[in-house]
Each structure stands twice: as structure tokens, then as C-alpha cells.
């Protein structure tokens, strides 16, 4: 079974900084990928997916994400975070065991707080 | 659009007792699904339904039934519930169950057993 794991519980950036976030995987093979984001009170929101072909992907709200194979990594990233990114931030990876959402595993998440 | 909605929002039970959380979707979704999220545990499965009429157990199913009332209602019932039980709800749904699709959540029920 694969497994996701985010290092990072909290990360504090101030506004107007660049952000990163680290999401590892374990997966035999080439997973599917996801980061979600969760505002304060609210359910999670896709931002971006990577499934196969260019491995810089865009998602919504200026983020986007690069797949390094030899690194398990999928980090998350945007150049210049705005108050309103701070949010709980989720990393998931699919497996292709066609079983359905059992094969979709979420990390543990990283609370992001933007200083002013 | 409403998209996926639950209810209730806040819940507070006592030990032993039982409650069903209700969700639906409006997007004519196949697939729905109930997970919980427990701080530093991420989000967990418990069951879900692919399609209607159908449904199976995810990572975390004791103490809960499920039922698909039709396309757009999925519910979730705690029969007895227990302390461990106190967590935030979410139900989702996709256009169909494979793991590549985009899940859709609903804002969450906040429920404590005491």
C-alpha cells in the first residue's frame, strides 16, 4: 500500500514571500497525485493533480507542483503567498488498484500561517 | 451551487446514543464517500459507495453504517456512539470512484461524544 508523508506540520511564510511545501510518497510505481486545501471551517478543494506528461503542474490560485520521480516528492509551491492562503493544506496519492477511493491516501497535513 | 451538503453542521452526542449525519450532492455524481479527520491524522475512510446501490468499507468502519438512499444521498449512522467518534465528518463525491477522479467535499459536521 502507498503511503504520503508531509514533514512539515506548520510552516509560517509572510505574505508577499515564496512558499513551498513538501509532500514524499511511497508507491511502486508511478502514483496519482493531489494537493487539496482546507480554509478554516470549510471542506478541502482540489488545487492541482498530476497523473502522467509534464511534471511542472498548475492548479488554481497561482499554485503549481513539480513530480520528481527520483526524489518521491510532489512539493507544492507558489512565488508570492497572500493572506488568504492560509489554510490546511493536503497531499494524496492514488494507486492504480482500480479498487477505488480505498486506493486514495491523504498525508496528515501542513497548516500554513501567513504573517503580515 | 450547492454541490455536496451537509447536515447537521455541529453535533453533540452522549455516549450510547445514535445519530445519522445526512449528505447530497447535486452534481449527478456516481460515487460518495464518508471520511473523518482527526487532528494530526489527516483524513481517513470509512465507507463509501461507488454507485448506488452499492457500497463498501474503507479504512475506518466500526461503529458506523452507511446507506445509499438514492444517487444524491449518502448517509452516515452511528448506531452507539462512543468518545472515540469525536471528529469532524466530511462527505464527498466524484464523478466516479477511480482513484485519478477529483473528489468534492462538503463543509464538514462537527460532532463530540461525551
Known amino acids: 500500500a502507498q503511503s504520503v508523508t508531509q514533514p512539515d506540520i506548520h510552516i509560517t511564510v509572510s505574505e508577499g514571500a515564496s512558499l513551498e511545501l513538501r509532500c514524499n510518497y511511497s508507491y511502486g510505481a508511478t502514483p496519482y497525485l493531489f494537493w487539496y486545501v482546507q480554509s478554516p471551517g470549510q471542506g478541502l478543494q482540489l488545487l492541482l493533480k498530476?497523473?502522467?506528461?509534464?511534471?511542472l503542474v498548475q492548479g488554481i490560485k497561482g499554485f503549481e507542483a513539480e513530480f520528481k520521480r527520483s526524489q518521491s516528492s510532489f512539493n507544492l509551491r507558489k512565488p508570492s503567498v497572500h493572506w488568504s492562503d492560509a489554510a490546511e493544506y493536503f497531499c494524496a496519492v492514488g494507486d492504480y488498484s482500480g479498487g477505488g477511493a480505498d486506493g486514495l491516501t491523504f498525508g496528515k497535513g501542513t497548516h500554513l500561517i501567513i504573517q503580515p | 451551487n450547492a454541490g455536496v451538503t451537509q447536515t447537521p453542521k455541529f453535533q453533540v452526542l452522549k455516549t450510547g446514543q445514535s445519530m445519522t449525519l445526512q449528505c447530497a450532492q447535486d452534481?449527478?455524481?456516481?460515487?460518495m464517500y464518508w471520511y473523518r479527520q482527526d487532528p494530526g491524522m489527516g483524513l481517513r475512510l470509512i465507507y463509501y459507495s461507488a454507485s448506488e446501490g452499492t457500497t463498501d468499507k474503507g479504512e475506518v468502519p466500526n461503529g458506523y453504517n452507511v446507506s445509499r438512499l438514492n444517487k444524491r444521498e449518502f448517509s452516515l449512522r452511528l448506531e452507539s456512539a462512543a468518545p472515540s467518534q469525536t471528529s469532524v465528518y466530511f462527505c464527498a463525491s466524484s464523478v466516479t470512484v477511480a482513484t485519478n477522479e477529483k473528489l468534492f467535499f462538503g463543509s464538514g459536521t462537527q460532532l463530540s461524544v461525551l
Open positions: 452534481m449527478n455524481h456516481n460515487s
Open positions: 498530476y497523473f502522467s506528461g509534464d511534471t
